[in-house]
């Protein structure tokens, strides 16, 4: 029995609606508990700022275009380089760092759990691969559906128990998390090399639209009682006027379920744009904003980009390519068989460009014109709007005007006309940064129930100490030692074992791996529907039988069993 | 025994469809691969135990004193490289690092003498590709860029291209058309319904060429390029650019002839070009089944595809500094440890005799051209015949190999986990 008690820890724990209380934290075998012995090791918190693990519900850092960003990126590796040191592994990269790179910097953040934005099923294999190799963040894996072949087969024929028997079948195949939907119908459409350019546009060869797609998915969702909501990276990214797109997609939303969202959209930033064109564009945050605080049934993450150079990743193929012809700078491009796409550019995003400037600001306006905080989460798309170790200074920027304004006054002239940034006044308290970055974040994917998120009795002890005397701290005036503070925990606490000091990753790691196995009756198990198996022998270029994940790959699994209701 | 759905452990392709008959610890029938797969499968040369040279004879050893040997060399050693890679599963790349970096050494694999320059070229333009199954459910137009499937990867064009039926792609041999471009005229030419015989050494200014011609600029080609005539230059860019899907695949007559990474960007940027017109993808022809999976384990881990030194402490990497060829001609390395290849018959001659003078530990299953200059080798069983893990198609789809015999011989990870950890105590870790 390990015992561990943390004493004097001030503590935000927006669940237990607990706001800055002096406490203890008592945690045995990795779980928090009432007490603990006297013999229990302690850490003496000394009144810093304490929450739970900080959990990201939104990042791209393991698997096949992750780790194609790196190969084409020698020169990132070059800025991020760390020697071999204690338990640490050797490290390289900024905006791609290796698998060992990610983690340590997650952990030296307070980071403890990490969902991976988009996984295709069929290198399903290659994401839980680098997972055993992100030691120190507990994982979960997006499952990309908005190009699959069965899919849209029973979408056509508005077979919602299909729809759902095939996520069954194939979140379980692939030890996999929840429904993506990355530019639903899109990524078939660049197939050929082609677009959608709105929800009710047809996908080519289908006979169904992108609104199909997302209103089945999110019926089949539910019906497998899925922990998560359908995750959507909404059509037309990162064009101007796409707002409507977004909006038309909010719109769509039924309310399905009452302890959690029913559509979470992600990098919504990206997706916030007014204008017709890149001369033009401006900020539809205040719309995109208003929608989703009158739909409870709606999260959102801002998908905030930050100044500097970063790598661009997604499975929305056509939109990177699109990207590619903007910049002219390498491009690679991997569309897998029968399921989705996508695409990788590097990307700088400077202040000197207006398109740029606005986009930084519409990811803040959309965090601060949402008035509940649950429903806008703190997320960069990472690497895509920015790597995640900026989350720090977004941080800042939420709690600070004046940090604001600062920034605002060193960019284009030309964005306060495009945007409402400079006018907000609104600065965020500790509670809203703990719901931005934990509370919401684990209570959106529905992990709370898992430990996640909080510090109840019973959940699991990740726990982040910051180096931030929250009580005595103006983040309004004093947010460089906000920003600072947040860069580094004095401790990570990962279920129970103090993984991270003052920035350094002090034990071998062993994370876990989260998954969903929905249990569905013996008529909907696709491994025996002869449509489906032909599906796979005729058009996969692996058997059916090679292309489940092996147990072996998840030395640690977490079974999350669900009861469909089918 | 019958087991089906076996996946092949020689080339890049990994077909996974292999159908294999096995009597207790024998491998009888292959059905469904390839003669190149099939002889791999069932050919029977392996060592039985690790073996050391003592003067000039050789004598038996067991594992233990084996890995105790090899770990005395790599202590020992000042500048270890750890080359090889592609031929055995992910796991032991990944410990391959771990050792590399343990020891200051440098690891590097095959890939540095056959796509090396593709992944220069790719780091350099970036790489539209896409997984095998797109191309056979799509692609009306293939092209073998010198590459020559017939004979290296002879279940290439059943499974994935010229012969494969695809979703939209019904009837095959009628749906499609190939063009092969290459030196001399290979088999693949043969079946092609336009070759391109190019000069030795030509590749760049066709691509160029094509590429000029795609962009409307004909009237700046002359006459011939490199051996092809303008006339047919214009023909092969207007399939190009009336194909609903095309895919390239190239080989080594791209990466390792005049050019080099030159040659495979300008065939990335043609296929960029062709991306402005239609949909279009490029596809390296990797040779070794896992020598792709060697690229991505090593990339997670530090960064890089090959060619990883660490004798700076941190995860450097200088292709034409790093790279294997370039350590030993000069003559830098003193201890090598080879694992799943065989260098003494692929590299260069001044290359093989420094090897020859060095201690090299050979881990592979096989006597090959290395065991003659080796010290030491220790057998493991093969991924997809007796051990299980982890290989990368060409296209980067992972599969997992499976073990359909037992041997009872340890795998490379097992050995090399002994050796690991070996090592680690040795240094006090």
Redesign the interface.
């Known amino acids: 029995m390990t015992e561990l008690i943390i004493k004097n820890a001030c503590v935000f724990d927006p669940m237990q609606n607990i706001h800055g209380d002096i406490m203890d934290i008592a945690i045995r075998d990795g779980r928090v508990v009432e007490s603990v012995r006297n013999s229990a090791d302690v850490i003496d918190a000394e009144g810093f700022l304490t929450l739970p693990g900080g959990i990201d519900s939104h990042s791209h850092v ?1 698997g ?1 275009k992750v ?2 960003g ?5 020169e ?2 070059r800025a991020g ?4 040191r204690g338990k640490m ?5 900024y905006y791609v ?5 990610n983690s340590y910097r997650y952990s030296a953040m307070g980071y403890t759990t990490v969902l991976e934005g988009a996984m295709a099923p ?2 399903a ?2 994401t839980h ?2 997972f055993t ?1 992100t030691p120190h963040q507990d994982m979960l894996a997006n499952t990309l559906f908005d190009g699959n ?1 069965s899919i849209m087969e029973a979408v056509a024929k508005k077979d919602e128990q299909r729809a759902a028997a095939i996520v069954a079948w194939t979140l379980a195949a692939v030890k996999g998390f929840a429904i993506k939907l990355t530019n639903p119908g899109g990524t078939e459409a660049w ?3 082609e677009d959608i350019t709105g929800i009710r546009d047809t996908v080519p ?1 289908f006979n169904v639209t992108p609104a199909d797609i997302i209103t089945t998915m999110m019926k089949a969702n539910e019906l497998l009682r899925l922990p998560h909501s359908v995750h959507i990276h909404c059509n037309n990214l990162g064009r101007p006027g796409n707002f409507r797109t977004t909006l038309e997609t909010f719109d769509l939303v039924p309310d399905l379920n009452p302890n959690r969202q029913t559509l979470y959209a992600t990098h919504v930033q990206f997706h916030a744009y007014g204008g017709t064109t890149w001369r033009d564009i401006n900020s539809k945050a205040s719309e995109i904003a208003q929608a989703v605080n009158a739909k409870p049934q709606i999260v959102m993450d801002m998908g905030q980009i930050m100044f500097g150079r970063t790598m661009t990743m997604t499975a929305d193929g056509p939109m990177e ?1 699109n990207l ?2 903007l910049h002219h700078n ?9 399921e989705t ?1 996508s695409g ?2 590097p990307v700088l995003y400077s202040k000197k460009s207006l398109v740029n400037c606005v986009m930084w600001a519409i990811g803040l306006e959309l965090a601060l014109f949402t008035k509940n905080p649950y429903q806008c989460l703190l997320a960069t798309d990472n690497p895509n709007g920015a790597p995640f170790v900026k989350y720090p200074e977004i941080i800042g920027l939420l709690m600070s005007k004046r940090y604001r304004d600062e920034e605002f006054s060193t960019l284009h002239e030309g964005t306060e006309q495009r945007t409402s940034i400079a006018a907000i006044d609104r600065e965020m308290d500790w509670n809203e940064i703990a719901i931005m970055t934990r509370a919401g974040q684990a209570k959106a994917l529905g992990i709370a129930l898992q430990g996640k998120g909080h510090l109840m009795p019973g959940a699991e002890a990740d726990v982040a100490i910051y180096p931030i005397k929250c009580r005595e701290v103006d983040p309004a005036t004093e947010y460089r030692k906000v920003v600072e503070g947040f860069q580094k925990t004095r401790y990570t606490i990962k279920r129970g074992r103090v993984v991270a000091r003052d920035g350094d990753v002090i034990v071998e790691g062993a994370n876990s791996t989260f998954w969903v196995n929905p249990s569905v009756p013996d008529e909907h198990n696709m491994a025996h529907d002869k449509e489906f198996v032909k599906k796979f022998e ?6 059916m ?2 292309y489940p994940v ?1 147990d ?1 790959y998840l030395p640690r699994g977490r079974c999350i069993g669900t009861e469909a209701d089918l | 025994m019958l087991i089906k759905d076996v996946v092949c452990p020689f080339c890049g392709c990994l077909c996974d469809d292999l159908d294999v008959e096995v009597e207790g610890d024998r491998i009888i029938r292959v059905d469904n691969a390839c003669t190149l797969g099939s002889s791999t499968m069932v050919g029977d040369h392996r060592l039985k135990n690790p073996i050391r040279r003592n003067g000039t004879r050789w004598e038996d050893t067991t594992y233990d004193a084996a890995i105790e040997e090899a770990a005395q060399i790599l202590l020992d050693a000042d500048r270890p490289v750890l080359y090889g890679w592609s031929s055995t599963h992910g796991e032991a790349q990944s410990l391959g690092v771990h050792l590399a970096e343990l020891i200051g050494g440098v690891i590097d694999s095959t890939t540095s003498v056959c796509h090396g320059p593709s992944i220069l070229a790719i780091q350099e333009v970036g790489h539209p590709g896409c997984t095998l199954g797109q191309v056979k459910n799509r692609a009306d137009l293939i092209i073998y860029w010198a590459s020559n499937p017939i004979d290296a990867h002879p279940r290439h064009m059943s499974r994935y291209t010229t012969y494969a039926t695809g979703f939209f792609v019904q009837d095959a041999q009628h749906d499609r058309k190939v063009i092969v471009v290459d030196t001399r005229r290979t088999q693949s030419a043969d079946v092609a319904d336009e070759f391109l015989k190019i000069k030795p050494g030509g590749d760049y200014a066709v691509l160029l060429a094509l590429r000029a011609i795609v962009r409307g600029r004909a009237d700046v080609v002359p006459a011939e390029v490199a051996g092809v005539s303008r006339v047919q230059l214009i023909r092969v860019a207007e399939m190009c650019k009336a194909a609903k899907f095309g895919a390239i695949f190239f080989g080594l007559g791209l990466t390792m002839t005049a050019g080099k990474n030159k040659n495979v960007r300008n065939a990335i940027e043609l296929t960029d070009e062709l991306n402005r017109h239609t949909k279009f993808i490029i596809s390296p022809m990797r040779g070794h089944w896992n020598v792709y999976g060697s690229n991505e384990v090593f990339t997670w881990m530090t960064g890089y595809p090959y060619a990883i030194d660490f004798s700076r402490g941190i995860a450097f990497y200088n292709p034409g500094e790093t790279t294997v060829i370039d350590i030993l001609s000069r003559g830098e390395c003193d201890a090598c440890l080879v694992v799943a290849s065989d260098p003494a018959a692929h590299f260069p001659r001044s290359c093989v005799e420094h090897l020859a003078k060095i201690p090299v530990i050979q881990i592979d299953p096989h006597p090959n051209a290395t065991t003659h200059i080796c010290r030491l080798q220790i057998p493991g069983s093969v991924a997809g015949i007796d051990a299980a893990g982890t290989a990368y198609r060409m296209d980067g789809v992972p599969i997992r190999m499976k073990s359909i015999i037992n041997t009872g011989i340890p795998n490379d990870t097992e050995i090399l986990q002994k050796l690991y950890n070996r090592v680690r105590e040795a240094r006090g870790e």
């Open positions: 393991c096949t780790n194609f790196r190969y084409m990126s020698p990132d590796m380089r760390t020697a071999r592994h050797v490290t390289s990269g760092p290796t698998t060992y790179g069929l290198e294999r290659h691969e680098e190799a072949w197939g050929w090399g060869n390519f590619h012809c390498k491009w690679s491009n991997h569309d897998v068989e029968l796409g990788i550019i005729e058009y996969y270029t692996v058997q039988g090679n092996q072996v």
